[in-house]
């Protein structure tokens, strides 16, 4: 494929420093370097800056057909915990995103990602849009890339980077595994580029970011409602404009390689975890427990898709007939009855749906880019 060339043959940018905990026999952290930085997933044509790599990209998406849904509302999620594995090692990030408005991208359109990095204090969020991070267990902390792609040589790069930052120390806004936290996005009248806070409910310490980039100016929510079809442009996927996303197919941030990419069946140089369904179910799930709108009316639709056709990726990797054998397995979202919730990785205790498990993602490229002749994998309702 197209993509996987492009990706490999990329390297890994924006400096890092990691601090490599013991217990996983990785070196001192005085001793390793390692740069990362985790771009958004475009279509073909368009190719990365400051030495970032691509990724897969399965996402999950609360729907709603009511205007002004897509510019105010707020997930609720509980942070996973640590197991017999660490929560980073099926990859080095999730997030929460959506689509906001720039004058400098291709087609007017840029991606928020507010990646939360499991086991790690964030030490700085590069211009390039990559993060200094450095070990510290069941600890996550914030940054907000903004990538935008040029109108003229359609290259990928950041149009905006920030750390979130504790409104009472000033320091980076540590959050706890296990802890439940609130991200609200919405815009105010100032119209200075949406607006993120994040409120830890169990300490009770919060934090915002407002996306007004130096260059391109506020970045404000390039659509109004929350429904599938209002997808980004440049983007693999047909979706609506704010989701969730697991980042897979990339190596932790505390393994050696770091965040390097990687594919269904490798199982060492490096061992990709991402497509090994067992390995997520040694630690906590990530909990979504559900997405409130502006006008206080809960999200009572959900949809799902991969940029990578999910189960068809395995069987392109790892061959057909091999789907379920060790690193050739996709996650997958299931609804969660006993917590509630909805969690990502495979069927954890107290799963009362799990859609289908990886067949719960399109396998062909069937949808088409609201911005041009584009082909982009179509997002199937949960329920």
């Avoid at 509980?78 to 999730?94: A, N, Q, Y």
């Avoid at 690193?327 to 909805?342: I, R």
Wanted: proline fraction near 7%; aromatic fraction near 10%; charged fraction near 10%.
């Amino acid at each position: 494929m197209k993509r996987r060339l492009t990706f490999a043959a990329v390297g890994l940018g924006a400096a890092v420093a990691l601090a490599l905990p013991s217990s996983m026999g990785a070196s001192a952290a005085s001793s390793h370097s390692q740069s990362l930085c985790i771009g958004h997933h475009p279509q073909d044509f368009v190719w990365y800056t400051a030495s970032c790599t691509g990724h897969d990209e399965p996402e999950i998406d609360p729907l709603s057909n009511k205007a002004g849904s897509a510019q105010d509302l707020t997930w609720t999620v509980v942070l996973p915990t640590d197991g017999s594995v660490h929560v980073d090692s099926v990859g080095p990030t999730f997030w929460i995103g959506g689509t906001v408005s720039d004058p400098n991208s291709l087609f007017n359109q840029a991606f928020l990602e507010l990646q939360f990095y499991p086991n790690s204090i964030t030490t700085g969020c590069t211009a390039g849009g990559g993060y200094n991070v450095s070990y510290a267990p069941n600890v996550y902390t914030v940054c907000s890339p903004v990538w935008e792609v040029s109108k003229h040589g359609s290259s990928e790069s950041a149009a905006f980077n920030a750390m979130l930052l504790d409104a009472n120390t000033g320091g980076p806004l540590t959050m706890h595994a296990g802890d439940t936290i609130t991200d609200h996005q919405y815009v105010t009248a100032a119209r200075d580029g949406m607006h993120i806070t994040i409120t830890d409910l169990t300490t009770g310490h919060s934090g915002t970011i407002i996306l007004n980039s130096k260059v391109d100016g506020p970045l404000m929510p390039a659509f109004s409602v929350q429904k599938l079809g209002n997808a980004l442009g440049w983007g693999l996927v047909n979706d609506a404009p704010n989701s969730l996303v697991w980042e897979i197919g990339h190596t932790g941030d505390y393994t050696t390689p770091a965040g390097q990419y990687c594919l269904p069946g490798s199982a060492t140089k490096p061992p990709c975890y991402s497509y090994n369904v067992p390995t997520w179910l040694q630690f906590t799930p990530l909990q979504i427990k559900g997405v409130t709108f502006g006008d206080g009316s809960a999200a009572q639709s959900w949809s799902a898709v991969s940029d990578f056709g999910g189960e068809a990726e395995i069987n392109q990797d790892c061959g057909a007939g091999n789907y379920g054998t060790p690193f050739c397995s996709y996650p997958w979202y299931a609804f969660n009855g006993a917590d509630k919730a909805f969690t990502f990785g495979g069927d954890y205790t107290g799963t009362t749906k799990d859609f289908g498990q990886a067949l719960e993602f399109q396998q062909q490229e069937n949808c088409v880019s609201p911005s041009g002749p584009f082909p982009q994998y179509c997002s199937t309702i949960l329920r």
